[in-house]
Nanobody
Framework: QVQLVESGGGLVQAGGSLRLSCAAS????????IAWFRQAPGKEREFVAGISGSADNTDYAYSVKGRFTISRDNAKNTVYLEMNSLKPGDTAVYYC????????????????????WGQGTRVTVSS
């Protein structure tokens, strides 16, 4: 069982920045691929960014590439999502999720591949 706790959401004006954090329990954190997903009102949940266990591979949705940066600190069991140049279209509940992946650094964008999920943190970007 892995528990995830997201934090860092809030209200920000367009063009602003936020940094989300995802703290995980467990002693095998470096074996997890961690991804951020988001769900906007009335829309399906979508992949935002992912990072491999050793941080040697990352992947981003096209809509956030160049604006968002995912990183991790395995000593702190924490993954971060730095969000810059925020747009109203980034408004959503952001979730982090875990996929146990000891053998590969591949980032999977399909949400059903991720076993554990946090409760989400809300990001609202005003125009």
């Amino acid at each position: 069982q892995v528990q995830l706790v997201e934090s860092g959401g809030g209200l920000v004006q367009a063009g602003g920045s936020l940094r989300l954090s995802c703290a995980a329990s467990g002693s095998t954190f470096s074996l997890y691929v961690i991804a951020w997903f988001r769900q906007a009102p009335g829309k399906e949940r979508e992949f935002v960014a992912g990072i491999s266990g050793s941080a040697d591979n990352t992947d981003y949705a096209y809509s956030v590439k160049g604006r968002f940066t995912i990183s991790r600190d395995n000593a702190k069991n924490t993954v971060y999502l730095e969000m810059n140049s925020l747009k109203p279209g980034d408004t959503a509940v952001y979730y982090c999720a875990v996929r146990f992946s000891p053998m590969t650094s591949q980032i999977i964008q399909r949400e059903y591949e991720y076993r554990y999920w946090g409760q989400g943190t809300r990001v609202t970007v005003s125009s």
